[in-house]
């Protein structure tokens, strides 16, 4: 997991912050970017992705081992 925060300005001298987050199984396998108006909102942001991308990863799972359930059943090796 990697987070990147980095706060900037608007023309007008508005304060922002931009955001990275890189996560998954392999270093950088998802990637979510975006902007807040403080680091509450960015890291409440960042936190949403982490738990999006979990899900995904943990459904995807899920789908693979009800498949493999549903393969061995249905192919008896003996």
């Not at 997991?1 to 900037?8: A, E, G, H, L």
């Not at 999006?52 to 090796?77: H, P």
């Given at each position: ?14 304060e922002y912050i931009e955001w990275?987050?890189?996560y998954g199984p392999a270093d ?16 409440a942001k960042i936190f949403e ?30």
């Open positions: 997991m990697k987070i990147s925060i980095v706060n900037k300005f608007t023309p007008d001298g508005r990275d987050f890189w950088g396998a998802d990637h979510a970017h975006g902007y807040a108006i403080d680091l509450v909102q960015a890291f992705w982490k738990e999006r991308i979990d899900r995904d990863y943990a459904d995807e799972f899920d789908s693979d081992l009800e498949a493999a359930k549903q393969f061995l059943s249905n192919n008896d090796a003996n």
